[in-house]
């Protein structure tokens, strides 16, 4: 079957670094997507990976290595506002984006 | 950027009622569509993806009669909740995809359905 797994939630400082891991199983892949969610809002997108290798946006980066079917996006400089649930979706041989839960992710002063 | 609007954003209505949700791509043409559903707490459960001009394909235990899809042109596509109950209270979610990158879907901004 096709599987995404990502931990539930994450706690982290303000101003700190945070890594929230995604590990997936799919049938073809086709690329993996980052969206944060704010709650009661849509997703809004912030990364895609489809080859191996860091991909750096600012103050986000997404990290995906194909072989292990894993991929990590990092927060840099934590800001109060990056309180939110992020998404890891990966897309199948089919095109269709395969969710995760979502890691819900807490700032703290 | 490429902008996907929705609405209504939240309604309330009836038990046994029909609602329908409009899905509208505004700078660019969607050539398919997707709606998702989410509960609290949850990700997100894809309902159906939908082509212009063609008959919406539905995910396992989503009763097509009871949602829906209608996709007429490549800027528009509509759910309709028919015969609404309370259990089908959710934020429901559509998003297109078709712009600049293929592989991107860009999302609506949800509404939130409520039946009482």
């Known amino acids: 079957g096709q599987n995404i797994d990502q931990p539930t939630e994450m706690t982290a400082t303000e101003g700190a670094i945070v890594q929230i891991n995604c590990t997936y199983q799919?049938?073809?892949?086709?690329?993996l997507f980052w969206y944060q969610q704010h709650a009661g809002e849509a997703p809004t997108f912030l990364s895609y990976n489809v080859l191996d290798g860091l991909e750096e946006k600012g103050r986000f980066s997404s990290f995906l290595s194909r072989s292990k079917g894993y991929s990590y996006l990092l927060l840099k400089e934590l800001q109060m506002k990056d309180s939110a649930s992020y998404l890891c979706?990966?897309?199948?041989?089919?095109?269709?984006?395969?969710w995760g839960a979502g890691t819900k992710l807490i700032i703290k002063p | 950027g490429a902008v996907v609007s929705q609405h209504p954003s939240w309604v309330i209505c009836k038990s046994g009622t029909s609602v329908k949700i409009e899905c509208r791509s505004l700078?660019?043409?969607?050539?398919?569509m997707f709606w998702y559903r989410q509960f609290p707490k949850q990700s997100l459960m894809l309902m159906a993806t939908?082509?212009?001009?063609?008959?919406?394909?539905?995910e396992q235990g989503v009763e097509k009669d009871k949602f829906l899809i209608n996709h007429a042109s490549l800027t528009l596509s509509t759910l309709t909740v028919t015969s609404a109950h309370p259990e089908d209270s959710s934020f429901y979610i559509c998003s297109a995809s078709g712009g600049r990158d293929y592989n991107e879907q860009f999302f609506g901004p949800g509404t939130r359905l409520t039946v009482l």
């Open positions: 939908s082509n212009e001009g063609s008959k919406a394909t539905y």
């Open positions: 979706a990966a897309l199948d041989s089919n095109y269709q984006l395969i």
């Open positions: 799919t049938s073809g892949f086709n690329g």
């Open positions: 700078d660019f043409q969607a050539t398919t």
